[in-house]
């Protein structure tokens, strides 16, 4: 389904995809033969050449969504990866003075990134972590875990996490990328 004026299909077209995701077709006419796909602010953007039909468009697209799809799926990390992080990081930064019970992802979390529960050692977190660089999901699960052994967001929390190097600069992300989304999620 296009939308749009017509000035703009000359070069961008808009498009759902089977899945329900916006797609928005770039045409270049210094592009020969290259299609590509990435994604950007919540929606797929393909680049193809001019030159190409409105068939060869849609098969495109297609082509190009289940590349993304497949590509999504070999880095998506499994609760198991994401557990022996969590090992990796106990041991590196809080020197094994904890371990958590469980570690796994959830798709039900709206209003934060993660979540633990002290009494059990749980910690869940955040989907919408999932195609963030591992840097930024290592700081969120680095957080969590300083929360097994310190509940609130005192001095003596923050200075259990200060010798992460990226500390700041991934709650710059996350503050980023909450407020680009206007989401309201807050890393604490």
Known sequence: MYAGTS????????????????????????????????RRDGKVIVMIPDRFTRAEEAEWVTTMLDRLERSDKRRRRTDDQLMRRAQEMCRDYLHDKVEPASVRW???????????????????????????????????????????????????????IESYPRLERARGYLHGVSATAGLGLSDG
């Open 7 to 38: 000035a703009q299909r000359a070069s961008f077209l808009y498009m759902q995809s089977p899945a329900g995701a916006e797609v928005e077709v770039r045409r270049s006419r210094r592009r020969k033969r290259t299609v590509s796909a990435y």
């Open 106 to 160: 959830v798709d039900n979390m709206t209003t934060r990134w993660a979540s633990c529960t002290t009494s059990t050692r749980e910690i869940r977190l955040s989907d919408r972590l999932q195609p963030m660089p591992a840097w930024v999901v290592d700081y969120v699960l680095l957080h969590e875990l300083a929360h097994l052994l310190q509940p609130g967001h005192g001095p003596q929390f923050w200075r259990l």
